[in-house]
């Protein structure tokens, strides 16, 4: 951690919680979720190139974007809250 990320940290303290996670930690990232689903509906995708790829991949998101209980699930998965 820098010097002035720490110094911000310090001095925002009475509303910043930082959590130090572990530098590689999937099962803790919520956009690994994400990222699972969308491979998994793609998987077998025989694209001619990289466009269609592309698209697919934009598809599958802009899917998810309208189900946000997808989402959460994903969110949940990690075991982390947001407080709201």
């Given at each position: ?18 959590f ?22 793609i ?42």
């Amino acid at each position: 951690m820098t010097k002035s990320l720490r110094e911000f940290i310090e001095s925002n303290a009475d509303w910043l919680t930082v959590f130090q996670l572990p530098t590689y930690a999937p099962d803790l990232n919520p956009q690994e979720g994400i990222w699972s689903l969308v491979k998994r509906d793609i998987g077998n995708l025989a694209a001619a190139d990289l466009s269609q790829i592309t698209r697919a991949v934009k598809r599958q998101l802009k899917m998810l974007q309208y189900r946000p209980e997808v989402i959460d699930g994903c969110l949940a998965g990690t075991g982390l809250v947001l407080d709201t």
